[in-house]
């Protein structure tokens, strides 16, 4: 028998054509109702490989995160380690220039003593010429000086 719900009062009916076109109205919605049973089993299916996909994706992006925070992490590490070069080789320069002003300085000493001694040797050789002219002059023609002449004389 037909469901109820689809012919409330089939008593009504009179004559067996009105019975089979309603009965072709039924089929007819019968494989529309299949029709559309099947369009639903198939877009549970494509849900069902959506979800899926969306799953893979998630978890992806997850691992791409993952791999994300650990290339942050090394570029974080190298980019330390770049300032710590910085650093060091900054505090090298500072020291390579205060041993190089160290150096020039020892060597404007350096230069200072040398010209020093360079006019105390001509002092000195100055004071001897003296001492063998005065020591001619006195009488004590021998060329040697007196070493208490020097001292007398500075």
Known sequence: MYPTFLFPDLSSLTSSKEVETL????????????????????????LKEKDQRIVDLENELSHK????????KIARKREEEANDWKYEANHR??????????????EERISQL???????TELMQMQQQN?????????????????ND???AV
């Open 23 to 46: 009965k072709l109205k039924y089929s007819a919605m019968k494989i529309d109702s299949e029709k559309n049973m099947d369009t639903i089993a198939d877009l549970k299916i494509e």
């Open 150 to 152: 020097f001292v007398s």
């Open 65 to 72: 995160g993952c791999k994300l925070q650990t290339l942050e």
């Open 131 to 147: 001492q063998e002219h005065y020591g001619q002059e006195r009488g004590g023609g021998d060329g040697k000086s007196d070493p």
């Open 114 to 120: 040398r010209h020093l001694l360079i006019q105390q």
């Open 93 to 106: 320069n500072m020291e390579l220039a205060r041993l190089k002003y160290e150096n020039k300085q020892k």
